[in-house]
């Protein structure tokens, strides 16, 4: 299988595309950690990973909102004792409350919005770096929502917060490419049947929508050795072919 011998960290493992995620790589081979803050939602795609006879993941109980540095290097330090490095991160940990206007969004709201969605990614990927180094090749992918990338009015402090990381991401991938070892790309699911979604548009027709297991070949080859030497470049669900 193409991803024997890979370690992948995902966050927001516990949700719609974290978990298919999760699955698709694991039977392919990969050993995932999976991070959430809901330890009932790790347990089922644990499960569902190991009824699958896919790769045994690692469930880790993580607040991405509310941990101290401290806690993200201890998260580190743990992860090189067991594995010494790691060659994937996904992001799909996402924090969505309503759509807002920006005159009556709650500060407390989107304090936690940006905690979630911009710092605790910049803080997770500059501890996990030297992991990701110590990888013959690694890959590190930050999931973005293509309805807020044109800056669309009342998404509030999610657009706000997944603008920034997709400049974020640019950045890092111009920053590591000299060294030619981590490739970081962003994924556009587009509209698919998701929980999110169903949250965000809850009158929508969702059977006009992509499923969230037809992300599956993406997501192979954002983490396979297919996508070596792609980076700072944005894959999208709709278009994507292999």
């Known amino acids: 299988m193409p991803l024997t011998n890979h370690t992948i960290l995902i966050t927001g ?3 719609g595309l974290g978990s298919t995620a999760a699955l698709a790589l694991a039977q392919q081979g990969a050993t995932i950690i999976l991070l959430d803050k809901s330890i009932p939602k790790l347990e089922k795609i644990y499960d569902t990973i190991v009824a699958a006879d896919a ?3 690692i469930m880790y109980p993580f607040d991405l909102a509310g941990a101290t540095e401290v806690q993200y290097h201890e998260l580190a330090n743990k992860l090189a004792e067991k594995y ?3 060659e994937g991160l996904l992001y799909s940990a996402i924090e969505f409350d309503a759509f807002t206007p920006l005159s009556i969004h709650s500060s407390m709201a989107w304090g936690h919005t940006l905690n979630v969605n911009l710092n605790a990614p ?3 990927t500059k501890v996990l770096l030297p992991l990701l180094n110590k990888a013959e090749h690694a ?4 999931t973005i929502d293509s309805y807020v990338r044109d800056a ?5 402090a999610y657009g706000v917060s997944l603008i920034a990381l997709e400049s974020y991401a640019k950045i890092l991938a111009e920053e590591l490419s000299s060294a030619k070892k981590i490739r970081v790309n962003t994924f556009v699911p587009g509209p698919v049947d998701s929980p999110l979604r169903k949250k965000a548009f809850p009158a929508e027709d969702k059977s006009k929508l992509l499923a969230m297991s037809e ?6 080859y ?3 050795h297919k996508s070596i030497g792609t980076t700072g470049q944005t894959v999208d669900a709709r278009t994507f072919k292999l």
């Open 13 to 15: 493992a516990g949700g």
């Open 55 to 57: 790769t045994t993941p």
């Open 84 to 86: 010494g490095h790691i």
């Open 122 to 124: 910049f803080i997770l």
């Open 139 to 142: 890959s590190i992918v930050f």
């Open 152 to 156: 669309k009015a009342y998404s509030g």
């Open 215 to 220: 992300l599956a070949p993406a997501y192979l």
């Open 222 to 224: 954002l983490f396979s």
